[in-house]
């Protein structure tokens, strides 16, 4: 695939004369807002449509041999390859403009403007290829291992990726890319659930726990460090639905835009993504402040360390207090 996009982005430059009015095309925005709002609203745009390999990223990176290669796959695979093919897209649209007269978002009705059968056919090929590749690794693979995890009684690897696949085809996703307004609205509908969801991850992991390593054993135990209240983390759920809802007006006027919505909401979902994450992480980190939960444990020494054994969570101090009630009081 590399290849590809080098072949692609090779014909762009020719075909266009390098990058044609790409750089010298005037403004033209007629929502009234600014150049300054409607890039940032742009970058956030992208930002959401791949906020799912951001989010899914630990049902791949858990097959990774160890964690200094699954870090170096991330920050090659996301930052550059991603930022690779926004540009090319962004350049195929200026060449064809030159060439063909009109800007034509998708690089498929490019490729079918072709003259040549043979260029035409792998290139769709190529394309089929790479969304096939992109589903399996950020679509099937997470949905199967969260859905297996959901009911493990009922549903295997197996099974998971067949319901993800029937779903897949339920939600026509032909329909959503056959304009490009249509298919900007539902990157960003769908990336306000997972703007929230990341500020949760970000500040539990970096602010309630200080960057501290997960216990793994207590990771799959009843009634563990991660077991909170019959399985569910109440605070996370309670942030997350703050984080979301201010957003579902917004999300409401794009799917029926003859409701009538002041500009300041939609201006407010434009920027959803963001928006949510900065929302749902506050309100995360002043429900873990009021209502503290065991994250460490306490040796007979009392000094703060980190639970290694499933026994030490439940180990009394010598104050002949448990050690989690000790540790959900060094949180406050």
Request: net charge positive; with cysteine.
């Amino acid at each position: 695939m590399p290849f590809f996009y080098v072949a692609l982005f090779t014909w762009a430059l020719v075909a266009g004369n390098g990058v044609g009015p790409l750089f010298s095309i005037p403004n033209k925005i007629t929502s009234g807002w600014s150049i300054g709002y409607v890039f940032c609203s742009t970058i956030l745009a992208t930002i959401g449509g791949n906020a799912t390999f951001a989010v899914n990223m630990a049902d791949i990176t858990r097959y990774a041999k160890n964690p200094r290669s699954s870090a170096i796959a991330q920050a090659f695979a996301l930052p550059i390859c991603i930022t690779m093919i926004e540009l090319l897209g962004t350049l195929m649209a200026a060449t064809a403009q030159v060439v063909y007269g009109e800007v034509l978002w998708n690089p498929l009705t490019i490729i079918l403007l072709w003259n040549n059968r043979t260029a035409k056919f792998f290139a769709g090929f190529l394309f089929a290829f790479a969304t096939i590749a992109t589903n399996i690794t950020g679509n099937s693979i997470p949905f199967a291992h969260d859905i297996m995890g959901i009911f493990p009684k009922y549903l295997n690897f197996r099974r998971g990726q067949i319901i993800c696949a029937i779903l897949g085809f339920a939600m026509n996703p032909w329909v959503i890319q056959a304009r490009a307004s249509r298919f900007f609205n539902f990157v960003g509908g769908y990336s306000i659930f997972l703007g929230p969801l990341v500020g949760i991850i970000l500040c539990d992991y970096f602010i309630i726990r200080k960057a501290k390593p997960y216990n793994m054993l207590h990771l799959y135990k009843t009634n563990g460090l991660y077991w909170y209240w019959k399985g569910c983390n109440p605070r996370a759920l309670t942030a997350w639905m703050v984080g979301v809802t201010p957003l579902l007006p917004g999300l409401i006027y794009n799917i029926n835009s003859n409701i009538k919505m002041g500009k300041g909401i939609l201006e407010f979902y434009t920027l959803g993504w963001l928006d949510g994450l900065v929302i749902a992480a506050l309100t995360y980190y002043l429900l873990c402040l009021a209502f503290p939960f065991a994250t460490l444990t306490v040796d007979g020494s009392h000094v703060v360390v980190e639970a290694k054994d499933e026994e030490s969570v439940m180990d009394t101090s010598a104050e002949g207090k448990p050690a989690d009630v000790i540790a959900a009081k060094e949180i406050q």
